[in-house]
């Protein structure tokens, strides 16, 4: 769903790791750390690099994503222009870690 961390573990702390979510450039995956319930840092463990073009946008979106989620505390961010792909493998897979916090 699109529910935020709030719910019936709004207090989770800890780290998830997001499902690995196929885009046509590769795989995109990120890990999630929480603070009592709250979003305190994403890492992409996983981004597209097979190619120098895939790489630059990964290693100039992850960033900017990053603050996004920190900021919104959700996955509801808009995607990154250029990077539409990337994004919302991005977002997908940040989705599914909030998913598993808030179970």
Do not use: C
């Not at 961010?77 to 599914?96: E, K």
């Amino acid at each position: 769903g699109l529910a935020g961390v709030t719910g019936t573990n709004g207090s989770y702390t800890g780290q998830k790791t997001g499902s690995a979510v196929q885009i046509p450039f590769g795989t995109v995956q990120v890990q999630v750390t929480f603070q009592a319930g709250k979003i305190t840092d994403v890492q992409a463990i996983q981004m597209p690099s097979d190619q120098r073009h895939s790489a630059e946008i990964s290693s100039a979106v992850a960033p900017m994503l990053h603050d996004e989620v920190l900021q919104a505390q959700s996955a509801q961010v808009n995607t990154i222009s250029g990077a539409t792909y990337t994004s919302q493998g991005y977002l997908q897979s940040l989705q599914s870690a909030l998913d598993q916090a808030a179970a």
